[in-house]
């Protein structure tokens, strides 16, 4: 029996990008095109089968503990952004100040996507949907260089906007203008997800 199933809803990528090194700061550059490898983007500051634990999994692992990396790539929604952008009052946010290697357009409330959600391109190539990203000092930092004193009003506004993390479940190109179709899992929410999150603050 099938596992996941194939919705109406389609995005379109509308930008690319690759971040080479993040150790001087999160902008990523854009591409017209990309061929996705198992270990993500190619030349990805974020790429490889694992990853260093970072602060998102503290409750989990060490700091640095090799994990596998479910987050190869950061996707983020046309629509999230332009919402962002009016918030913190500025005409546009730039998809490289995020660091961002997909925009999408076209999914409502995209940030909230079920983890495990796929996303495939006409041409096969499919990612998986980890989680939520969440709003980090980064991107502030990059807002602020082109939009002096605007850049602490980024996280109170991107909170459930910052899109997802995603991996490469089936390796293949990635264009300008491609179609992805949203699959999802075939799972009613857990019974005790509200209660194991109440009261904590996101």
Not at 64 to 74: D, F, P
Not at 179 to 186: A, K, T
Request: glycine share 8%; net charge negative; with cysteine.
């Amino acid at each position: 029996m099938p596992a996941l199933i194939p919705t109406e809803h389609y995005a379109e990528i509308t930008w690319i990008g690759r971040v080479a090194d993040q150790e001087s700061d999160i902008r990523s550059a854009a591409l017209d095109q990309v061929e996705l490898t198992w270990d993500g983007v190619p030349g990805e500051f974020h790429g490889g089968r694992t990853r260093p634990a970072c602060v998102r999994v503290k409750d989990q692992h060490a700091k640095g503990t090799e994990i596998a990396n479910v987050r190869q790539l950061s996707i983020v929604s046309a629509e999230e952004m332009a919402a962002i952008a009016e918030e913190i009052g500025i005409d546009a946010l730039r998809p490289e100040w995020l660091g961002a290697s997909l925009v999408l357009k076209g999914i409502d409330d995209f940030s909230r996507l079920p983890p495990a959600s796929r996303l495939q391109a006409e041409s096969g190539t499919a990612l998986i949907v980890d989680m939520e990203n969440r709003p980090c000092i980064w991107p502030a930092k990059e807002l602020e260089k082109d939009h002096p004193g605007l850049g602490k009003r980024f996280k109170p506004a991107a909170a459930h906007r910052r899109g997802v993390t995603a991996w490469v479940e089936r390796p293949g190109p990635l264009r300008l203008g491609d179609r992805m179709r949203l699959h999802v899992p075939d799972q009613r929410p857990w019974l005790h997800l509200e209660a194991c999150l109440s009261g904590k603050s996101f």
